[in-house]
Each structure stands twice: as C-alpha cells, then as structure tokens.
Nanobody, 122 residues
Framework: QAPLVESGGGSVQAGGSLRLSCARS????????MGWFRQAPGKEREGVAA????????LYADSVTGRFTISQDDAGNTVYLQLNNLQPEDTAMYYC???????????????WGQGTQVTVSS
C-alpha cells in the first residue's frame, strides 16, 4: 500500500462541491500533521488546509476559508477535504501530505501522495 493515496477529484461546474479523501498507511501514523496542497499548471504549490490529527486543530489558506473544510475519520486513517462553492481558480492537482508541524508550507511536509485532479468550469 502506498503511504498516502488521494481520491475524490473530478470535474464540476462553478458553485459545485467535491469531497477529497486521503488514506494513509499505518507507517505514517506517527506523523501527526496532515495537509492538503494544490498546484495549478505554471503555478507554485499552494497550501490549502492542514490538521493536527491528534488535537484536531486546523489551519486554512485565506483563499479557501469558509469554503473548504479539512477533517478526519475517528480512527485517523483518512483525512478529508470538503470543497464547497468551487470556482474556476480552484482548478488544480490536489495533494495530501504528512509533516511535522501545523503550517501550510510545503517544505514542512515529508511524505506526499500522487495527487487527484480537480477541474472547475465556469
């Protein structure tokens, strides 16, 4: 099993919703901070949301606050990202990652999934 596996991406119209999932293997349970990042073509990777899987604290980028919600299942096996009121500028490859601090800086995350594509049409 790959350490991190994302799913749930797809194509939606503006205003629509998606729920992304990130399943993590047991080998990564010691990494308490999980983050969601996105990267659009020609742009740098951007931190979207992060969660402390042991305390529940969350962190969001200003661009998604009020529209996206990060959460986890009770067992801590899966981290979710609920995307509401999607806009064309949200189009990107979305990645989940495991790291050692609650920040939205990609350099703080050591383990990465393969990504899932989100495409929003106007």
């Amino acid at each position: 099993q790959a350490p991190l596996v994302e799913s749930g991406g797809g194509s939606v119209q503006a205003g629509g919703s998606l729920r992304l999932s990130c399943a993590r293997s047991q080998s990564l349970y010691s990494w308490r901070f999980m983050g969601w990042f996105r990267q659009a073509p020609g742009k740098e990777r951007e931190g979207v949301a992060a969660i402390n899987t042991r305390g529940g604290s969350t962190l969001y980028a200003d661009s998604v606050t009020g529209r996206f919600t990060i959460s986890q299942d009770d067992a801590g096996n899966t981290v979710y990202l609920q995307l509401n009121n999607l806009q064309p500028e949200d189009t990107a490859m979305y990645y989940c990652a495991a790291g050692n601090t609650l920040v939205l800086r990609s350099s703080a995350y050591q383990h990465w999934g393969q990504g899932t594509q989100v495409t929003v049409s106007s």
